[in-house]
């Protein structure tokens, strides 16, 4: 069984920043990828930021982050970052972290709240 657990949701201001963390309990450089994922009340759960180790490293956004988030791994501590600046209210979801030992064989991690509210 691997351990996916996300930190650093919270409660921020429009315009603000915060950095998601998730450690893996395995090596995130040997499987076959690694990402965020957010559900807003109400909506599907949709794909934030990927890397795809199998297409060496390929990063691949959402359309609607539009350069103001940056997923980063730290493969030496089987961390998974997310950095999220410029929030905006509608950024106000339940984050998830993914990882994907191979095609059929995955697992996600319980969620963190991001609320972005004045």
């Known amino acids: 069984q691997v351990q996916v657990m996300e930190s650093g949701g919270g409660l921020v201001q429009p315009g603000g920043s915060l950095r998601l963390s998730c450690e893996i309990s395995?090596?995130?450089?040997?499987?076959?990828?690694v990402g965020w994922y957010r559900q807003a009340p109400g909506r599907q759960r949709e794909l934030v930021a990927a890397?795809?180790?199998?297409?060496?490293?390929?990063?691949d956004y959402g359309d609607f982050v539009k350069g103001r988030f940056t997923i980063s791994r730290d493969n030496t501590k089987n961390l998974l970052y997310l950095q999220m600046n410029s929030l905006k209210p509608e950024d106000t979801a339940v984050y998830y972290c993914?990882?994907?030992?191979?095609?059929?064989?995955?697992?996600w991690g319980q969620g963190t709240q991001v609320t972005v509210s004045s």
């Open positions: 890397i795809t180790s199998t297409s060496g490293g390929r990063i």
């Open positions: 395995v090596n995130i450089f040997s499987i076959n990828g």
């Open positions: 993914h990882a994907v030992i191979r095609d059929d064989w995955d697992f």
